[in-house]
Nanobody, 123 residues
Framework: QVQLVESGGGLVQAGGSLRLSCAAS????????MAWFRQAPGEQREFVAA????????VYADSVKGRFTISRDNPKNTGYLQIDSLKPEDTAVYYC????????????????WGQGTQVTVSS
C-alpha cells in the first residue's frame, strides 16, 4: 500500500548536520505512523525516532534525543529526520518505516520500509 524512498544521506564531518527525507507514494501516507531506524555494519537495526500519523506526538531514542528531530509534511507525502551535531557513532544506513506502530520502538511494529540512505560521519 505504501512505498517509501529515503534520500539526503552522505559524507559529513563530525559536528555537521544532515536532513534526511522519506518520500511516500500515494495519499495514504497520512493514515500511517512513521519512524526512522538505523543499522550499522554487523549490528542490529536500532530505533531512532517515531511520529504519530497526525504529527502531534514524537518519541526518540535516548542516544539521539536533543540532536535529532523527526517531522512530517502530510500534504507532501514526506517525512523528515533533521540530524544535528553529528558524531562518528551516528554512521549507519538510515531507514524510513510506516505502519500503525507509534509509539513502539520495535522494527516489527512497522509494516512498510524504504531501502535506506547511507550516513557517514568522519572525525
Amino acid at each position: 500500500q505504501v512505498q517509501l524512498v529515503e534520500s539526503g544521506g552522505g559524507l559529513v564531518q563530525a559536528g555537521g548536520s544532515l536532513r534526511l527525507s522519506c518520500a511516500a507514494s500515494g495519499r495514504t501516507f497520512k493514515n500511517y505512523d512513521m519512524a526512522w531506524f538505523r543499522q550499522a555494519p554487523g549490528e542490529q537495526r536500532e530505533f531512532v525516532a517515531a511520529i504519530i500519523r497526525s504529527g502531534g506526538g514524537t518519541v526518540y531514542a535516548d542516544s539521539v534525543k536533543g540532536r535529532f528531530t523527526i517531522s512530517r509534511d502530510n500534504p507532501k507525502n514526506t517525512g523528515y529526520l533533521q540530524i544535528d551535531s553529528l558524531k562518528p557513532e551516528d554512521t549507519a544506513v538510515y531507514y524510513c518505516a510506516a505502519g500503525f506502530g507509534w509509539p513502539s520502538m520495535k522494527p516489527e511494529s512497522y509494516n512498510y520500509w524504504g531501502q535506506g540512505t547511507q550516513v557517514t560521519v568522519s572525525s
